[in-house]
């Protein structure tokens, strides 16, 4: 009876081994999350950027990388390449804090050296402490151990995503890695849009202390220090993207802009001395900021702005230097606090604006005479 029992507990056993052996070797093989290898028999699903920047990072070979939060999604690593004539690739993290980013770089660099890394240094993020950061990013996919990737290749998650993959290709469906994770489709970038999607606050009785900051951004900067200084070799561009002027209506009105732009001085600051450091500083482009039909909502612009301000960049146009910056945040300041915002929410000015904007269009659509 006694061995009868021994060979049923090890059958079953060995049935439980041989069923958890399937199911690894099953997400090996699909791998979801690019861990191990870019499919080339399928198309991935791109479903969870912390879960999937890590195997972007590792397996797509890039002379240009492209990191940053949701601002940065609607690059196509097509247009980066494109602009810049090289390999390129785009690593985004949602709402991202310089930890995680400071992950996906680790993995970037652990794996291959790119010529370039441009980096959208999102001004929310840049003030903002690590409070909020969470545990999203699992550290099987982003540590340099192997022996912990039976988190991965055992993992309900990563089995169900490999399941779906499949499923997904047997239907025609899947994602381009140029296409995934971008959002930009299913919006439209109207000024009504993104005055929709804005809460104007109410004026502030106080003002917010020019250091207010000072602490985040000098602990976020320490972050990217590290990455420029341990590799000289590469070029980093940093950028601040550029938010709508409703973000610059909310910072004067909640009284953050001493302190906003203290901050913009703190990270030009501390980087420009570095020989391979670039920073543009498109948070204060009024040709773009000032047109709120390249908006969704007061931060978020449209793909079209993303390859303009590529252009840029490939052009060095809209480079911050030490020579430049004193007399950039000082008309900048003085741009913003004397702004007419109040004539976003009156219905003529829009009427004159359509008017002008349409009259615009039709001389640029008209042939030319002279040809």
Known sequence: MKQAYRRWVCGLLAC?????????????????????????????????????????????????VLLGTSMAANYRASWIGETFGTSAVRLTIPDGYYSEFDRVMEVLFRAQSPERVIFGMDLNTLIRDESGVTSAMPDYLYNANPLDDIQYLLNKDTLYYSAYTLLANSRGEGDTIDEGFTWDKDQWWNHMTALENYDRPETAAQTLPEDAYRANVADNLDVALEWVTAHPETEFDFFLPPYSMLFWDKVTREGRVDAVLSAVRQAAETLLPYDNVRLYGYLMDGDIVTDLDNYCDYIHH????????????????????????????????????????????????????????????????APDSAG
């Open 16 to 64: 439980l081994l041989a069923l958890l052996a399937l199911c690894g070797a099953f997400v090996y093989a699909v791998d979801p999350c690019l861990y191990y290898r870019v499919p080339d028999r399928w198309q991935p699903i791109l479903f969870n950027e912390r879960y999937q920047m890590a195997g972007l990072a590792k397996n797509v070979e890039a002379d240009t």
């Open 302 to 365: 449209s793909g079209a702005v993303c390859r303009e301000i590529l252009a840029m960049l490939r052009a060095d146009q809209g480079r911050l230097t030490a020579e430049n910056l004193e007399e950039t945040l000082a008309g900048w300041r003085e741009f913003v606090v004397n702004y007419p915002y109040d004539q976003f929410w009156d219905e003529d000015f829009w009427v004159r604006w359509n008017a002008e904007h349409a009259a615009a269009r039709a001389e640029d659509a």
